[in-house]
């Protein structure tokens, strides 16, 4: 994800608030200072954290711009949570080395890859001036100043701090839905995980202030609010009211103008009944729920030190399955972990058939820096961590598709999310989390519509406007 379509503009807050008052945009754009970029890699995350560091950046006079060529400042936020994500980085960087104009760029990296790289990096990419942890993202302009007025190399790289909630602005890059931040870091001990290292211990918002944006969200026009957290579902309210997780799901469902209400990503070990009951509860809850598993092997998950087992897991899976709502559940995965057999790798599979997942994001171990898995032999070949994770995927791709097909003559309602006009058509999502294509115009964006599944594949499905006859049949 890159720079893109903007719901604040450059400039500082009182300048910004005044022209948004007066409708005055060009003001505000002719005072837009220097010109940064934000390319972001991963997760939810790391997509809101770039909404954070821009608006940051938008408050104190800089402006975005759709290209690095056109910069002035060039920021790289990835996570490092897989390999990949973070060779893509410093593959970015590497064409700066022969730029000719790379000395007149202030070039950093943030987020997880610079807070477990740290110092690194600049060993790495000499011509990288700035790297910034999240938990210092308010900070960036101060950082940014210390680089202009002579330094040649900054960090910041504290994680002892609750201030990456508090950031002057965030810029929404979707005029619909909005991110928001409810807890941060993780206090689990995953072995393969480098989260507790590069975000830090858990540190939860306190929930009148998340209340309060998600309020103030709504007011603007947001109807959809995801809260976000890499163990949201750990939540500790520190505020007066000790809401519990499940306590603050609904209260953001009961925010007049929320229609729609997602959170991720959950941890098994502190999934609990009050979860699902809310969601029964509340209509604006999403009947979907993301709870990663990683293996369907109890050795595995021993050594991958998950705190539970694979029948502990599956008792949660049943308790979701037991809702009054059907809800459609997703997964993590991961195969080819450190000594992880044949029969290991087998069970896993037999998972995908006792669960009935709707959608798994499968990957290959990948040995992470720092980690206690990264001392462990990683004794699976490369070779065979492929023909793995292609079976896996063949069998999800089959269980998806039978799964996708139980929704064919149904009527759903979609939230419009894009448009392909190429093919003339809406693209949307069911609260259960579903693509749908459907003919549209490109003026929907951001619409409620009912729409009738014609069709079905195993990663979306296809449907059309439905009649009045069928809108009264409609399963949100």
């Known amino acids: 994800m890159t720079s893109g379509p903007f719901q604040i503009l450059p400039g500082s807050p009182q300048l910004f608030e005044s022209a948004k008052a007066q409708g005055d945009f060009a003001r505000v754009c002719e005072s837009a200072g220097k010109p940064f970029y934000i390319e972001t890699f991963g997760c939810q995350m790391n997509v809101h954290d770039s909404e954070k560091v821009a608006g940051v950046l938008m408050a104190r006079g800089y402006?975005?711009?759709?290209?690095?060529?056109?910069?002035?400042?060039?920021?790289?936020?990835?996570?490092?949570?897989?390999?990949?994500?973070?060779?893509?980085?410093?593959?970015?960087?590497?064409t700066y080395r022969k730029g000719r104009d790379s000395d007149r760029k202030i070039i950093g990296v943030l987020g997880c890859v610079a807070q477990q790289e740290a110092d690194r990096i600049f060993e790495r990419a000499p011509h990288v001036s700035l790297v910034c942890g999240s938990a210092s993202y308010p900070k960036l302009p101060d950082l940014l100043d210390q680089l202009e007025s002579g330094h040649r190399r900054i960090t910041g790289l504290s994680l002892d701090t609750d201030e990456c909630f508090e950031t002057e602005m965030t810029r929404r890059d979707n005029r619909f839905r909005a991110y928001i931040t409810i807890i941060e870091g993780c206090d689990k001990a995953c072995t393969y995980c480098v989260v507790p290292m590069t975000r830090g211990p858990e540190r939860s918002r306190p929930s009148n202030t998340i209340l309060s944006e998600c309020?103030?969200?709504?007011?603007?026009?947001?109807?959809?609010?995801?809260?976000?957290?890499?163990?949201?579902?750990?939540?500790?309210?520190?505020?007066?009211?000790?809401?519990?997780?499940?306590?603050?799901?609904?209260?953001?469902?009961?925010?007049?103008?929320?229609?729609?209400?997602?959170?991720?990503?959950?941890?098994?070990?502190?999934?609990?009944?009050?979860?699902?009951?809310?969601?029964?509860?509340?209509?604006?809850?999403?009947?979907?729920?993301?709870?990663?598993?990683?293996s369907g092997s109890n050795a595995v998950l021993q050594r991958m030190r998950r705190t539970y087992t694979r029948e502990e897991y599956l008792e949660k899976i049943h308790c979701i399955r037991s809702a009054k709502r059907?809800?459609?559940?997703?997964?993590?995965?991961?195969?080819?972990?450190?000594?992880?057999?044949?029969?290991?790798?087998?069970?896993?599979?037999?998972?995908?058939?006792?669960?009935?997942?709707?959608?798994?994001?499968?990957?290959?171990?990948?040995?992470?820096?720092?980690?206690?898995?990264?001392?462990?032999?990683?004794?699976?070949?490369?070779?065979?961590?492929?023909?793995r994770l292609s079976v896996l995927q063949a069998k999800q791709r089959e269980i998806q598709n039978q799964r996708n097909q139980t929704c064919v003559e149904q009527t759903y309602e979609v939230l419009v999310e894009g448009f392909q006009p190429r093919l003339g058509q809406a693209v949307g999502r069911t609260t259960s989390n579903r693509i749908v294509n459907f003919p549209g115009e490109p003026s929907w964006l951001g619409r409620y519509m009912n729409v009738r599944v014609t069709a079905s594949g195993p990663n979306s499905l296809v449907g059309e406007l439905a009649t009045e006859q069928t809108a009264g049949q409609v399963k949100r």
Request: charged share 30%; proline share 6%; net charge negative.
């Open 63 to 94: 402006r975005p711009v759709s290209s690095p060529e056109e910069a002035e400042v060039i920021f790289y936020n990835t996570c490092s949570i897989r390999e990949k994500a973070a060779q893509k980085v410093f593959s970015r960087l590497g």
């Open 215 to 294: 309020r103030r969200l709504a007011e603007e026009g947001f109807t959809e609010i995801q809260l976000l957290g890499q163990t949201v579902n750990s939540y500790r309210d520190p505020a007066p009211a000790r809401l519990s997780f499940a306590e603050l799901l609904a209260r953001v469902a009961e925010v007049p103008g929320v229609r729609r209400v997602r959170f991720t990503t959950s941890h098994p070990h502190d999934f609990s009944a009050d979860i699902v009951e809310a969601i029964d509860r509340h209509p604006a809850l999403c009947d979907q729920i993301h709870l990663p598993v990683q």
């Open 326 to 387: 059907a809800i459609s559940i997703s997964t993590d995965m991961i195969v080819g972990f450190c000594g992880e057999t044949i029969e290991d790798f087998e069970e896993t599979l037999s998972l995908l058939d006792e669960v009935g997942y709707d959608q798994v994001f499968s990957f290959k171990y990948s040995p992470r820096p720092k980690t206690v898995a990264g001392h462990l032999e990683d004794s699976v070949p490369e070779e065979e961590k492929g023909r």
